[in-house]
């Protein structure tokens, strides 16, 4: 056998050396559909209970489906046993290849099983729309992936051709239009950028939706400014030095607006590792200091990043690549994110500056912290914290022991999520870091919070939330809401409870490139606090938590939403 079956768009099977016979029915293809896309083997009897509860025979139904694949596949010894699986070899699933980031973009974008619906089975029907929306998720991420790599390679008109199928693909996906966009205006069509954005926002109108500020600079084109008599590197260098004194005096907005007028000037200049500096400065900026413009930071990251190639500047690619790994864990495409941490960690291992290799394990730390791999973590973040503490870098050893807090926690080692926690809380207080203090701070709270101690984990929080609103942090601001909810909760005041978990949904949501890991966990414990309270939205909420789950890969999440299932009153 050497199938090539296609389950993105219209179902088929490729590959055979002669014409291969389909399956007969649309029950044949969900059927090779749920096995091949299982993380585990299925049991017949799980089968029957999505597929064929409503057949006279079920079990017989389910053999004759069986039958009808092995028939089509050309492979007698294929789906035996109580529990079926399929091996890879001899075979290749689109969907695989698409879930490994190995698909070709150009068989990219369509759509799972598409025109395929299956009449009397409920269960089938709930997987396959939860796999749909996490194969599209996928297919966004892969696409966006390849259209950043083409633009930051000056391929404008590839670039907007590959963002435009991720546009159509998703239309109320803000990323995506943004980056078809500023894809569009790079490859100088502006015109098709302007109507294209005015198409965006009647489709958000129609959905009660309003676009982003984000969206609306995508098409921006910056006029040409009056020229003075200095030269440009000059100037880009100057520009550079104001911009960057702005953001750290914390002045956001401003410091952005000067860096991107170095970066026109560095563009102009003969000095491409002041052009390199200027459009990380950048980028970092749009990613770090300004909130929604990740789009266009991972854009100028890119453009960086062929620079620094192009000069053989391995520190800087590292730098980039990491920088984009953390704007992908943020936004829960993990595929891609393991894929720049990989890129990154192989050049800062070969470089041996410790600084950059404490960068690269702390974002590789996030990344497998997310997706509920915390013993992975915790060995990811303990050597980024020792060799951030080697190099003298305190601000990255004290975000990589904040992100421990976490890992620790939620593996039930609250001793030492504290301890981490504190150690981070005493660094950023030296190092005078209020950006990053309200995350060491919301789960010391925690912790405080299941040792029993109510009292000192309210004022924690308390201090948490009013730093994170004087930053305007919506991460922040909606973990520290969060845990003075749960606070509450314990105290026993259920409306001061949901009032504040209302707070924290609304604040960590307010913008479109939130972080999802955030965004998710304050959820369940909105759902926690619905639960004490007998809520009849609790189902409803479980369910869209657990789609959430299954379409951002946060495993850990789709787990706690199953226990909520089968225990509704948990919490």
């Not at 950043?148 to 239009?177: F, I, N």
């Not at 006029?223 to 750290?248: E, F, H, K, T, Y």
């Amino acid at each position: 056998m050497n199938a090539r079956v296609r389950l993105l768009g219209p179902p088929r099977l490729e590959g055979f050396i002669e014409s291969p016979l389909s399956p007969r029915g649309k029950k044949s293809w969900a059927l090779l559909a749920r096995v091949a896309l299982a993380e585990r083997p299925v049991s017949r009897r799980e089968l029957v209970d999505e597929l064929f509860t409503e057949a006279n025979d079920p079990l017989g139904a389910l053999r004759w489906c069986l039958a009808d694949l092995r028939r089509a596949l050309q492979a007698p010894g294929l789906l035996r046993g109580d529990f079926l699986s399929l091996s890879r070899t001899g075979m290749t699933v689109d969907a695989w290849d698409l879930i490994d980031g190995t698909l070709d973009p150009d068989e990219i974008g369509g759509c799972f099983l598409d025109g395929l619906s299956v009449r009397d089975a409920p269960g089938f029907e709930t997987w396959l729309l939860l796999m749909r929306g996490h194969l599209r998720a996928r297919s966004l991420e892969e696409l966006r992936r390849e259209a950043l790599a083409l633009l930051g390679a000056g391929q404008t008109e590839l670039s907007s051709a590959v963002a435009g199928r991720a546009a159509a693909l998703e239309p109320l996906d803000e990323d995506a239009q943004e980056l078809f966009l500023r894809s569009l205006v790079a490859d100088g069509r502006s015109g098709l950028a302007a109507l294209h954005l005015a198409s965006c926002e009647a489709t958000f109108a129609r959905e009660g939706l309003r676009i982003s500020p984000a969206l609306r600079a995508a098409v921006r084109i910056d006029g040409d400014r009056p020229r003075g008599r200095l030269q440009a590197g000059v100037v880009a260098s100057s520009l550079l030095r104001s911009g960057s004194d702005a953001i750290d005096a914390g002045s956001v907005d401003a410091g952005v607006e000067t860096l991107r007028r170095a970066a026109e000037e560095a563009a102009i200049s003969s000095d491409q590792r002041l052009h390199i500096d200027v459009l990380m400065a950048l980028g970092a900026a749009l990613v770090h200091a300004t909130r929604g413009f990740d789009g266009e930071g991972a854009i100028i990251l890119h453009q960086a990043m062929a620079l620094a190639q192009n000069l053989g500047e391995n520190l800087r690619v590292a730098e980039c690549w990491r920088e984009l790994a953390f704007i992908d864990v943020q936004a829960g495409r993990h595929t891609s994110a393991e894929k720049s941490i990989r890129e990154a960690g192989i050049l800062a291992d070969g470089s041996g500056d410790g600084a950059l290799i404490a960068g690269v394990l702390a974002i590789a730390g996030m990344n497998a912290a997310d997706q509920g791999k915390h013993h992975e973590a915790v060995a990811h973040l303990s050597r980024s914290a020792g060799a951030a503490r080697a190099a003298s870098r305190p601000r990255q050893e004290a975000w990589s022991l904040g992100l421990l807090a976490r890992s620790f926690q939620l593996t039930g080692d609250v001793g030492k999520s504290l301890a981490s926690a504190d150690a981070s809380i005493r660094l950023c207080e030296r190092e005078r870091w209020n950006a990053f203090l309200p995350w060491p701070l919301s789960w010391r709270a925690n912790a405080l919070l299941e040792l029993g101690r109510s009292g000192e984990a309210a004022e924690v929080a308390q201090r948490a939330f009013a730093l994170a609103c004087e930053l305007g942090d919506p991460c922040w601001e909606g973990m520290a809401a969060r845990s003075l909810a749960l606070i509450s909760l314990n105290d026993g005041d259920v409306s001061c409870a949901q009032e504040w978990i209302d707070d924290a949904r609304s604040r960590c949501n307010r913008i479109q490139d939130r972080y999802v890991w955030v965004s998710a966990y304050v959820d369940l414990a909105h759902i926690q606090i619905l639960s004490h309270r007998q809520s009849p939205v609790v189902e409803s909420l479980v369910s869209q938590l657990h789609a959430d789950a299954i379409r951002f890969d946060l495993p850990e999440f789709a787990q706690w939403a199953e226990t909520y299932r089968v225990r509704p009153g948990l919490g």
